[in-house]
């Protein structure tokens, strides 16, 4: 299994600019995740997604959108690219079998680092 | 929904010394306390978890230690190695609401040769 698969893993956006971070997984995981890693910040969540066609925001969603029209895809669009977003973007999947209690390791893809200028 | 803090930010330790790393979360009804290790330029990666039926856990060198009513977990690595030099991230998961993982900020640990 190649796990989680981000691509592009550097990229330099113009302010304004729009792009789409690619993620996909092959474990077959229905949760998946996009976070951003900002310098001693520690891990924020942007959106989330519990199955194919369920997606919800996280703790900030604003400047992003998301889709999840399979199961093995979760693609993060930046639309209209701001320096505030410079950042490293993780994707991360689980499964998760149902009830509250019962979670699972995430698996983590390598990072996407982003520059806006 | 739930807060989780980690102390101290940053924390040297002697090569062969033991590191401790301490969490604390406020919503009572998590149950569920993972640890993550980042090293640098990685990606985040499980090294262990503890369920809130359980007071303690270990894995070789590392272990993690939960208090409920005081409401904190602690990561302990023993015998500690420069390859332990990393971020170290705790995150908590709360029995309602938002069934997402909440991440303290990190903690970096360094090793000295």
């Known amino acids: 299994n190649a796990g989680v698969t981000q691509t592009p893993k550097f990229r330099i956006l113009k302010i304004g600019q729009s792009m789409t971070l690619q993620c996909t997984q092959d474990m077959n995981h229905n949760y998946m995740y996009w976070y951003r890693q900002d310098p001693g910040m520690g891990l924020k969540l942007i959106y989330y997604?519990?199955?194919?066609?369920?997606?919800d925001k996280g703790e900030v969603p604003n400047g992003y959108n998301v889709s999840r029209s399979t199961t093995e895809d979760f693609p993060l669009r930046l639309e209209l690219a701001a320096p505030s977003q410079t950042s490293v973007y993780f994707c991360?999947?689980?499964?998760?079998?149902?009830?509250?209690?019962?979670?699972?390791?995430?698996?983590f893809g390598e990072g996407s680092r982003l520059t806006v200028l | 929904g739930e807060n989780v803090e980690q102390h101290p930010s940053t924390l040297s330790v002697q090569e062969g010394d033991s590191a401790v790393i301490k969490c604390t979360y406020s919503?009572?009804?998590?149950?569920?306390f993972p640890w993550y290790k980042q090293e640098l330029g990685k990606r985040p990666q499980l090294i262990i978890d503890i369920r809130s039926n359980v007071g303690e856990k270990k894995d070789q060198r590392i272990a993690v230690t939960l208090n409920k009513t005081a409401k904190h977990f602690s990561l302990h690595i023993t015998e500690t190695q420069p390859e332990d030099s990393a971020v170290y991230f705790c995150?908590?998961?709360?029995?309602?609401?938002?069934?997402?993982?909440?991440f303290g900020k990190g903690n970096q640990v360094v090793v000295i040769p």
């Open positions: 919503d009572s009804a998590s149950n569920y």
């Open positions: 997604s519990v199955g194919a066609g369920i997606t």
């Open positions: 991360a999947s689980n499964h998760r079998t149902g009830g509250s209690a019962n979670t699972g390791e995430l698996f």
């Open positions: 995150a908590a998961f709360p029995r309602e609401g938002n069934n997402r993982l909440a």
